[in-house]
């Protein structure tokens, strides 16, 4: 079953280009750099109906949470890019409709251990969709993810495998802190809700502030844009799973569900909600992927 996945990385640190990988005491680690502004034209969102398919009008709410792999955890590893756009976005083509195990969840490490340098100081989105296009990936029981290796190489039979489910495309949707506009927003839904048959995740690369080291175990709490005089620690990729139209929290309603790869100890889960007013204010770039599966 063909699927497409949606990848929408967001930091109010536009000029931000290297991650901050390694987590403060108690914290965990990080890992996405974004890209300098002037390498790529800023551009507001898309309308996602090529390749002549039509998507449905998006419901006011939608939850895809139920179909994906079980939430991953990149230890201390800065990793967190190649878990959502390898491990997240690309396994669901396949387990969507398929119950997951390791020979359908693509590895994390096939991607992050080629891109990074030999440095564990995470990755640029971008390198992560395009080497998905130019190499593919194997799955996590022909190359396992070890959170204490970053530097091993596929070798010549796990680089043959990943050759035989390259993603067909990516592209970029929008780039800038501020164009996570409403078309944005509406994007991002109806890319989730899709048709019967061709549904998206939403990868997003934040700014991390203490609002979401410090999401709670409850389906209450909303992440929200950070408080004046708060750091950012640095950028990490999450994974959009659905929205809520409807979702209040103090000062707002609506917001989107995400997915993490801190362990089901983080949030609710693994799970937990950014607001919309975030979105718009800290998205700073937007991608999908078409897997081809």
Known sequence: MKKQMLAVFASALVMSVSASVAGAA?????????????????HEAQSLTGGGTTYGVAPASYDLSSNLPPVGDQGQQGSCV???????????GHGFSNPYS???EYSPAFVYNQLNGGVDGGLYPSDAYNLLVSKGDTSLA???????????QPNSTQLADAALHKNISS?????????????????????????????KLVGIAIP????????????????TAHKAGEKSRGGHMITIVGYDDNKAYTGGVGAFKIVNQWGTGWGNKGFSWISYDMF????????YMNTGN
């Open 171 to 199: 592209t970029n949707i929008f780039m800038g802190a501020g164009n996570g506009t409403a078309t944005a927003r509406t994007s991002v839904k109806n890319a989730l809700f899709g048709t019967s048959t061709d549904h």
């Open 26 to 42: 108690g914290l965990h680690p990080l890992g996405a750099s974004f890209t300098p502004l002037g390498t790529m034209v800023p």
């Open 142 to 152: 022909k190359m396992p993810y070890n959170q204490f290796n970053y530097t091993t």
């Open 82 to 92: 190649a878990w959502s756009t390898a491990y997240y976005s690309k396994s669901f």
């Open 208 to 223: 991390v502030y203490p609002e979401f080291d410090n999401a709670t175990a409850t389906d209450s709490y909303v992440i």
């Open 280 to 287: 718009a204010k800290e998205v700073q770039e937007a991608w």
């Open 102 to 104: 390791s020979s359908n």
